[in-house]
């Protein structure tokens, strides 16, 4: 294909004088733009967000909680489970944002679809809480027992889990 320059010229000027060929890079470069632009607002608006949660503690019994999640989903402890702390809700959602982008038809709040069940267990956070991801071991997904996502722990006990995959 000949480089724009080369093409035919029209008699008729358009978009600040130029040629709509000569144009079109830049209005996708603006439409990147904005769509970059939104995405950077939504990351900015959940990241100040944590301002006004409680906090999590950053002191986890990982055992414990491989315990508890154990009595629920089965095989907590097998090859490939994990149990791991979270101390920042808004990173959670942040990572879950980038993930989300990756997503032509999710709405692009933190776990798309699942925001109104990601919210619910955020509304029952209180000061001191731990808050774990957790996924069961690979055994587990093979026999299609497979779960994972993030449990709320107070005084020893699952007060909520929301479950971002299941098998």
């Known amino acids: ?40 607002s939504a990351l900015v608006q959940h990241a100040q967000s944590d301002a006004g949660n409680p906090s999590l503690s950053t002191t986890v019994d990982l055992e414990g909680a491989r315990r508890l999640l154990d009595r629920t989903y089965r095989d907590m402890f097998g090859q490939g ?29 933190p776990f798309g679809f699942a925001n109104d069940s990601w919210n619910r267990l955020k509304a029952k956070v209180q000061n001191g809480d731990e808050l774990v991801f957790f996924r069961n071991s690979k055994h587990a997904w093979e026999q299609l027992a497979g779960a994972e996502g993030y449990a709320l722990i107070r005084e020893g006990r699952i007060v909520d889990a929301f479950l971002t995959g299941m098998s």
């Open 81 to 109: 489970s994990i149990v791991e702390p979270r101390t920042s809700l808004s990173e959670i959602e942040r990572e879950s944002l980038r993930e989300i982008q990756k997503c032509g038809h999710c709405p692009k709040v």
């Open 1 to 40: 294909m000949p480089a724009p320059e080369a093409w035919p010229r029209r008699s008729f000027r358009v978009l600040g004088g130029q040629s709509p060929h000569t144009r079109l890079p830049s209005m996708l470069t603006a439409t990147t733009l904005i769509a970059t632009l939104a995405t950077l």
